[in-house]
């Protein structure tokens, strides 16, 4: 299945701009010569069934769409493939670039992506220009289209177009998720202890404090 996409430009490359990292643009580090006829660009829509795929090609006109298993060794064969097609066609990529949402799934896809050479940009959900989560009426094929079409224009610099999270290596994203589940179980604790005081109160006992040993 093909969806209409916007039109490969008619220059072989563009250079990015050094805009500051986030909602402007690749920062001054990233800056680079972007070849579309060497590149491949392409956007995750993730989800616990299967993930679509919106794929840019070097020299092709309309974007295509593949669904994929929800795991990154049939993602990375996908890959391959599109690479292996288009080198057939004699357009050889050089470059992989993906990107998909921050979420609870955490960075582990974007590590195992750049661990196989492939650039990978995690996208903050909240600086999207369209609320998805309070539009039920679209779908998958369209989410994963925004996608695409908004990292592309990131990627050429457009102002204000989103912000790119950075990816965390598995020792701080861990030191990270412990923090949060700590902050959990105090927030936890803290109802409980309301849901007794409040119970006590009923039945007239008054000074009790059960954290008090």
């Not at 470059?95 to 903050?124: K, N, P, S, Y």
């Not at 289209?145 to 990292?151: D, G, I, P, S, W």
């Not at 965390?168 to 179980?185: G, V």
């Amino acid at each position: 299945m093909r969806l209409t996409g916007n039109p490969t430009p008619s220059t072989a490359a563009i250079t990015l701009a050094a805009q500051p990292h986030g909602n402007a643009g690749p920062d001054a580090a990233n800056a680079a010569t972007l070849d579309y006829d060497s590149t491949l660009i392409g956007a995750l829509e993730l989800s616990s069934k299967k993930w679509g795929f919106a794929v840019q090609l070097p020299s092709v006109i309309k974007h295509s769409r593949h669904v994929v298993e929800p795991n990154g060794p049939a993602l990375a064969e996908l890959i391959e493939r599109l690479k292996s097609r288009s080198a057939g066609a004699g357009r050889p990529i050089t470059r992989v670039i993906i990107t998909h949402e921050a979420g609870r799934d955490g960075f582990w896809l974007a590590r195992f992506l750049e661990r196989r050479g492939v650039e990978v940009h995690v996208m903050q959900s909240s600086s999207l220009p369209v609320d998805r989560r309070a539009r039920r009426a679209k779908n998958d094929v369209i989410d994963v289209e925004m996608l695409l079409r908004t990292l592309m224009a990131w990627l050429r610099g457009e102002p204000r177009v989103c912000s790119m999270v950075p990816v965390p290596s598995e020792a701080d994203e861990e030191a990270c998720r412990r923090h949060r589940e700590r902050e959990d179980l105090i927030g936890t604790r803290r109802s409980l202890l309301n849901k007794i005081g409040g119970i006590l109160a009923t039945l007239g006992i008054e000074g009790y404090r059960a954290l008090t040993r």
